[in-house]
């Protein structure tokens, strides 16, 4: 049997550094070999793994793919840190600067790179529906709603803004409106209305577990590649 894949967490004290860190410990093929957050932990060690904070990343141990569901002031540190170890990125995290995402395209020719603004099998399909609707639909108003947790800090969601291309592609002019409430996981609404009918395409999230099972299915799968930026459709 080949070597467990060594993961280091990046976020992992937030909402969904916990779900991956939850779905890690149940695998054999991954062993997390570091968990980072903003602030320092107040143990160590949890469950066999090491935890540093973000300001102690230098000295977390050798990694083979870093999964970053952070926030953009964190973004910058993980990408440096997988350029200077040689490691895979794949992450998740939203609301990046256009800078940001020069900086991954960048690093693409020195390392495994994956950013995807949703990890589900079934937005990854919904992003291609809604460029077949929009190539259709010439015309048509075309309208994202996305609702999230009250927690969630950027808006409109990655997720939103990656459909809302998908549409542009084919000449729409998507809108976009955000509801943040609850604890709702992360819900996407396309909506094409011309007079008299309207098509609606929507994806509901109903756990976190979703995003992070994907995460961890393209770290897997970009380890011991060569260097490229990767896109998740074709890891699924
Ligand atoms: N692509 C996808 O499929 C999905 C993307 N997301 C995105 O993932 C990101 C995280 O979401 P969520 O887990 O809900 O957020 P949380 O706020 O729950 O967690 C954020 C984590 O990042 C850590 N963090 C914050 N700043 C830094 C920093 N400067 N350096 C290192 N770590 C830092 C926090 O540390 P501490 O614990 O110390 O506060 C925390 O552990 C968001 O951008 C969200 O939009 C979320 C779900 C799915
Ligand atoms: O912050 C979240 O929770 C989520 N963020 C991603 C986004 O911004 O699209 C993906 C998912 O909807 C959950």
């Known amino acids: 049997m080949n070597a467990p894949t060594r993961l280091l967490i990046h976020g992992a004290g937030g909402r969904m550094g916990q779900a991956l860190l939850r779905l890690c ?55 440096a840190a997988c350029l200077a170890r040689g490691a895979a990125l794949v992450s998740g995290t939203t609301g990046l600067s256009e800078a940001q995402h020069a900086a991954l395209d960048t690093a693409g020719a020195r390392i495994g790179v994956l950013w995807s603004a949703n990890f589900s099998l079934g937005v ?72 008299g009918e309207r098509l609606e395409l929507a994806h509901r999230a109903g756990s976190r577990d979703i995003f992070a099972g994907g995460a961890i299915h393209a770290a897997l799968a970009l380890a011991g590649r060569p260097p490229g930026l990767h896109r998740l459709r074709d890891l699924l």
């Open 124 to 195: 990854a399909l919904l992003e291609d529906l809604v460029e077949r609707a929009a190539a259709a639909l010439p015309g048509w108003d075309c309208d994202i709603i996305e609702m999230h947790h009250s927690r969630k800090q950027d808006a409109p969601s990655g997720t939103a803004l990656a459909l809302g291309a998908a549409a542009q592609r084919e000449g729409a002019q998507p809108r976009y409106a955000s509801i943040r409430a609850g604890d709702i996981v992360g819900e996407h609404l396309v909506q094409f209305t011309a007079a």
């Open 25 to 79: 410990a149940q695998r054999d093929d991954c062993r997390v070999v570091a968990a980072v957050s903003a602030r320092s932990p107040s143990q160590r060690v949890v469950d066999g793994v090491p935890h540093f904070a973000a300001a102690e990343l230098g000295g977390a141990p050798d990694f083979d793919v870093a999964i970053d569901f952070s926030l953009p002031a964190g973004f910058d540190a993980i990408l």
